[in-house]
């Protein structure tokens, strides 16, 4: 059974750094795209960054010009990195893999920007 797990959410300090991560456990089949979205209190899930195979990256314009997603050098796993954080920051984030055998999230990490 495939379970893919974020880890590295908490609360960070206004203007602060962040590293999440992701790995999923559990043949998921060949990668095609991976990605992190998030959802606020309130809100809709969004889309933060998606990287595919091949091609460009996606990113969130609130978030574009701070933030890092990139491959680990296991093969399912993924990582995202936020600098300056802002309040409006706060969500729950989760990763998703977009493979072969299906597309595979996670249960979310928190993360919490203080003011």
């Known amino acids: 059974q495939v379970q893919v797990v974020e880890s590295g959410g908490g609360l960070v300090q206004d203007g602060g750094f962040l590293r999440l991560s992701c790995a999923a456990s559990?043949?998921?089949?060949?990668?095609?795209?991976v990605g992190w979205y998030r959802q606020a209190p309130d809100k809709q899930r969004e889309l933060v960054a998606r990287?595919?195979?091949?091609?460009?990256?996606d990113y969130a314009d609130s978030v574009k010009g701070r933030l890092t997603i990139s491959r680990g050098s296991a093969w399912q796993t993924v990582y995202l990195e936020v600098n300056s954080l802002k309040p409006d920051d706060t969500a729950v984030y989760y990763c998703?893999?977009?493979?072969?055998?299906?597309?595979?999230w996670g249960q979310g990490t928190q993360v919490a920007v203080s003011s």
């Open positions: 559990g043949y998921i089949g060949g990668i095609s795209a």
């Open positions: 998703t893999f977009a493979a072969s055998r299906g597309t595979y």
């Open positions: 990287r595919p195979g091949n091609g460009s990256i």
